[in-house]
């Protein structure tokens, strides 16, 4: 099993520019989550999809949209890059969406915008 | 609302000194507590998990308790190698949500031989 992959592992876009993060779990779990990490401030939540069909908004979703295309993939799109989303993005999974859960996370992509 | 918070880093120690990493935490409720380790280059995966008030976590020697009165949740370990090198977060899911995590800011570690 490859656990959670993430493509591209790079990217560097130019301001204005858009794009999609792809993820994909072969774990069969339901639920799935996009991160970013930046220095000194851990991983924030940017959306979150508890099962297939659904997506809700997390901590800092302002700039990006998702899309749960079927239970194995979960993808997040920047529209228009702005510098300030220069970051790493992580996507993870879990079999349930609950608190006591152990969420895998993918190697992540790392994004700068010029 | 719900937070974390962790010793300032990067911590620097020598093979086989003891360890302690500090989180405490502000949530209602009863949150679960996780350790998460990310190595150089790779993803995080999970080190240790409690899900109650005071549950040890344990996990390739390290360990962790649910203080409930302290709020915390200080991560440690007798004896650490210089493969133990790596950023430890640690996080809440707050009771009763959909597993989302709040992590803390992270700690880089550095063992030296």
């Known amino acids: 099993n490859a656990g959670v992959t993430q493509t591209p592992k790079f990217q560097v876009l130019k301001t204005g520019q858009s794009m999609t993060l792809q993820c994909a779990q072969d774990?069969?779990?339901?639920?799935m989550y996009w991160y970013r990490q930046d220095p000194g401030m851990g991983l924030r939540l940017i959306y979150y999809?508890?099962?297939?069909?659904?997506?809700d908004k997390g901590e800092v979703p302002n700039g990006y949209n998702v899309s749960r295309l079927n239970k194995r993939e979960f993808s997040l799109r920047l529209e228009s890059a702005a510098p300030s989303q220069t970051s790493v993005y992580f996507c993870?999974?879990?079999?349930?969406?609950?608190?006591?859960?152990?969420?895998?996370f993918g190697p992540g992509t790392r994004l700068t915008v010029l | 609302g719900n937070s974390v918070t962790q010793m300032e880093g990067p911590v620097t120690l020598s093979e086989e000194a003891f360890l302690t990493i500090n989180c405490t935490y502000t949530?209602?409720?009863?949150?679960?507590l996780f350790w998460y380790v990310q190595y150089p280059g790779e993803g995080l995966q999970l080190l240790l998990k409690?899900?109650?008030?005071?549950d040890k976590g344990s996990n390739k020697g390290f360990e962790a308790t649910y203080r409930k009165e302290t709020t915390s949740f200080h991560l440690e370990k007798g004896s650490v190698q210089v493969s133990d090198s790596a950023v430890y977060f640690c996080?809440?899911?707050?009771?009763?949500?959909?597993?989302?995590?709040?992590f803390g800011q992270g700690t880089t570690l550095q063992v030296k031989p």
């Open positions: 993870a999974s879990s079999d349930l969406a609950g608190a006591y859960n152990e969420q895998f």
């Open positions: 774990m069969n779990h339901n639920s």
């Open positions: 999809s508890a099962s297939e069909g659904t997506t």
């Open positions: 949530a209602t409720g009863y949150p679960s």
């Open positions: 409690a899900t109650k008030a005071d």
């Open positions: 996080a809440l899911s707050p009771s009763g949500n959909t597993g989302k995590l709040i």
